[in-house]
């Protein structure tokens, strides 16, 4: 039985899809007959229309340049991207952003290279609901180095407040490591701020992007952050298992050591010295060879995010929250949802997490009907909003399949 969305949302969505003055990115994804709504852009973006085309360009440069293609374009890959990455969307000058290895290995090498640059200092400062990986990485470098971590209990349905990242740091803290949009609630944090409370306690800060690059803007220079890292197969669309990025402050680069010493990250790879001697600059960071393959479908997601400017797709990021939260509340609401994110926009990222006691049923049995939200237990259904990539349309079919799915 398939029960119409409720017209009035259907009639809302259509004026609000005629009103989008980003509409036509639409087109530039490649669509699926089965998927009715895509809800886990903030999970792992849809592939782009020039994907195949990217893909295949990779496979003919391999074939045809061979090695050279290593000299020709490839070496210089995780630079140029970075920069770009660092343009459009982190507010970061060319020279502090390098693609390089998974976010997990990212974020090992740039912590321990910010507690050994701050001797004396014996604890790193890190929320309790922070995503798994960051705080394992943390815990990990903490037991082997005899550092304490400060954790800041933060409330599941928010995230973390500048007042206890005050009361938390002093004249013990090596690092704060904060994610800029927290990946349960979405609730996002006052970068600059808190930025700034780290500062004044002598700490260094690190920003995990991973849920705001490419859907919230960021000003990593102008905030004064020190180090930050970030998905590129969420809202950058990189696909499966695309490489993270690493933002290091250019000041802080040449005194930081990271310890993954690798020959891709040292002064001169080709002459194949005895000694790691590390690169100048943001290449130091890397490791071994970099996944050129997995760096290709990024780069069209960037020239759109060129078109669109990050302060539109900001602007309808807020748009598409705000009406999965106008439909919950209207439509959701008796079927047993409550919204779990806030709703000051100026706090929120670019997902909604819904909550329903019967989440994880409800999830499977709208992946069945080709919508396709995430479950976070225990209770949690994570609504993820691509701005280029969703409609208004989309949400409001999507949210009455979801509403369906809870009546059984
Ligand atoms: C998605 C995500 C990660 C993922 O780490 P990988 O090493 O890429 O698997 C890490 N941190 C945050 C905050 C995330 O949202």
């Keep these: 039985m398939t029960?119409?969305?409720?017209?009035?949302?259907?009639?809302?969505?259509?004026?609000?899809?005629?009103?989008?003055?980003?509409?036509?990115?639409?087109?530039?994804?490649?669509?699926?007959?089965?998927?009715?709504?895509?809800?886990?852009?903030?999970?792992?973006?849809?592939?782009?229309?020039?994907?195949?085309?990217?893909?295949?360009?990779?496979?003919?440069?391999?074939?045809?340049?061979?090695?050279?293609?290593?000299?020709?374009?490839?070496?210089?890959?995780?630079?140029?991207?970075?920069?770009?990455?660092?343009?459009?969307?982190?507010?970061?000058?060319?020279?502090?952003?390098?693609?390089?290895?998974?976010?997990?290995?990212?974020?090992?090498?740039?912590?321990?290279?910010?507690?050994?640059?701050?001797?004396?200092?014996?604890?790193?400062?890190?929320?309790?609901?922070?995503?798994?990986?960051?705080?394992?990485?943390?815990?990990?470098?903490?037991?082997?180095?005899?550092?304490?971590v400060r954790w800041v209990r933060v409330d599941r349905h928010a995230g973390v407040e500048l007042e206890q990242v005050t009361e938390a740091v002093g004249k013990r803290t090596a690092l704060v490591v904060v994610s800029h949009v927290a990946y349960r609630s979405s609730h996002l944090a006052d970068a600059e701020a808190i930025t700034a409370a780290a500062h004044e306690a002598g700490a260094l800060v690190l920003w995990d992007l991973c849920h705001s690059v490419g859907s919230v803007p960021v000003e990593l220079d102008r905030w004064g952050v020190d180090l930050a890292v970030g998905c590129t197969y969420k809202y950058l669309n990189g696909g499966p298992g695309s490489p993270a990025f690493a933002y290091v402050r250019a000041d802080?680069?040449?005194?930081?050591?990271?310890?993954?010493?690798?020959?891709?990250?040292?002064?001169?790879?080709?002459?194949?010295?005895?000694?790691?001697?590390?690169?100048?600059?943001?290449?130091?960071?890397?490791s071994g060879t970099p996944s050129i393959v997995a760096m290709q479908p990024m780069?069209?997601?960037?020239?759109?995010?060129?078109?669109?400017?990050?302060?539109?797709?900001?602007?309808k990021s807020v748009r598409l929250t705000e009406f999965v939260i106008e439909i919950a509340d209207a439509d959701l609401a008796d079927a047993g949802f409550t919204v779990a994110t806030s709703r000051d926009a100026a706090r929120r990222g670019s997902h909604v997490t819904l909550e329903h006691p019967d989440a994880r049923a409800i999830t499977a049995r709208a992946w069945e009907r080709g919508v396709i939200p995430d479950f976070r237990a225990p209770h949690g259904i994570r609504v993820g909003l691509s701005p280029l990539s969703t409609s208004f349309a989309e949400v409001a079919d999507g949210l009455s399949v979801l509403r369906e799915c809870a009546a059984g």
């Design 3 to 148: 029960v119409e969305p409720r017209t009035a949302h259907v009639d809302r969505a259509r004026e609000l899809d005629e009103e989008d003055p980003l509409a036509s990115f639409r087109a530039a994804f490649l669509p699926d007959p089965d998927v009715r709504a895509y809800f886990d852009g903030n999970s792992l973006g849809r592939p782009l229309t020039a994907t195949p085309d990217r893909l295949a360009g990779l496979v003919h440069t391999w074939s045809s340049r061979l090695i050279r293609g290593w000299d020709e374009e490839w070496m210089a890959l995780p630079e140029t991207v970075g920069d770009r990455i660092g343009a459009l969307t982190l507010g970061a000058a060319a020279g502090q952003t390098v693609v390089a290895d998974s976010t997990t290995v990212v974020l090992y090498k740039l912590i321990r290279a910010a507690v050994a640059a701050r001797p004396g200092r014996d604890e790193i400062v890190i929320d309790d609901d922070n995503f798994p990986t960051d705080r394992f990485v943390v815990e990990r470098i903490a037991a082997e180095f005899g550092l304490t």
């Design 299 to 315: 780069r069209d997601m960037l020239d759109l995010i060129e078109q669109a400017g990050m302060a539109a797709i900001r602007e």
């Design 252 to 286: 802080l680069q040449d005194e930081l050591e990271q310890p993954i010493a690798g020959w891709m990250g040292s002064a001169a790879p080709f002459d194949m010295g005895p000694h790691y001697e590390p690169a100048r600059g943001i290449r130091r960071f890397l």
